[in-house]
């Protein structure tokens, strides 16, 4: 029917009108914290480029997951800054690893608190790559030997769920293998599938230390210009027996993230990564914006366009205004 008959502003008059036919709604269930684990004791190291983040030691990583269950955050997500890196990522498979130590701690502590192991290498590794490197290059399939052995390493120590975020030609695969091999066939894989190389993820380089020594990640990392290489993609990782896909970063691939949902229909993450993060700070510390409804309108615009859960620096900030 036309004007005046259909009135949409009808249902805007108030905000218990509002709500009732709200069609996306956003709970800090709907969240995962990424953390960053670094060696010592009692360390509680500011990322300047990050308000309100901190590089933490295993203890006070374990101290910081308190708010979070208190306020209904359901997992965190770890990376790892370790004491000492080489080419082959030693540390990152290393049964003493640093993410290792962690979840046993955490485990100890929260074990309802669901537990995402990152499973990279640039954290880990003296040149800065995801990968291994020779005369320049990273080569794939001798990554994936290297990412075999640290799922293994992860899900020993108690991670629920293993997160491939290297974009790896058969890292899904390579990963399950070693999984079901090893006795963990219940350990299920989030894939980061569609994985681009982004503008976005320059405060991450802070918080992991984690900046290339050469070149950049673009022979490995998606170009932000191609939309149906992110289906292709996202289908060889849930033919290599990925259980749940993400799309990295999500603001500015929200078409890519409802494609995926539509086409695949997996439970499908989103990473609002650290430079949607920091802009938002950014723009309030100036008096810019509304700091509260910009990073919650975000959030929802992300779950609206087809995330079942959200991996965001705001998680717990997010969970308490929710509340």
Partial sequence: MAFPIDRLRRLRQSPGLRRLVRETTLDAGDFVMPLFVRPGKGERRAIKSMPGHFQYSVDETVKACAPLVSAGVPGVILFGIPDK???????????????????????????????????????????????????????????????????????????????????????????????????????????????YSSAFYGPFRDAAESPPKFGDRSSYQMDPANFNEALRETALDVAEGADM???????????????????????????????????????????????????????????????????????????????
Avoid at 133 to 139: A, C, K, M, R, S
């Fill in 85 to 195: 890196k080489d080419a082959r990522a030693s540390n990152a498979y290393a049964k003493d690893g640093i993410v290792q130590k962690a979840a046993r701690a955490i485990k100890d502590k929260y074990p309802e608190l669901v537990l995402m192991a990152d499973l990279c290498f640039c954290e880990y590794t003296d040149h800065g790559h995801c990968g291994v490197v020779e005369d320049g290059q990273i080569l794939n399939d001798p990554t994936l030997e290297l990412a075999a052995k640290t799922a293994v390493s992860q899900a020993e120590a108690g991670f629920d769920v293993i997160a491939p975020s290297g974009m790896m030609d058969g890292q899904v695969a390579a990963i399950r293998k070693a999984l079901d091999s090893s006795g963990k066939s219940m350990t299920p894989i989030l894939a980061y599938a569609a994985k």
């Fill in 245 to 323: 896909v993400m799309v990295k970063p999500a603001l500015p691939y929200l078409d890519v993230l409802r494609a995926v949902k539509d086409r695949f229909g997996l439970p499908t993450a989103a990473y609002a990564v650290s430079g949607e993060f920091s802009m938002i700070k950014a723009a309030a510390a100036n008096g810019w914006i509304d700091e509260k409804r910009a990073a919650l309108e975000s959030l929802t615009s992300i779950k609206r366009a087809g995330a079942d859960f959200i991996l965001t620096y705001y998680a717990l900030e997010a969970a308490r205004w929710l509340a």
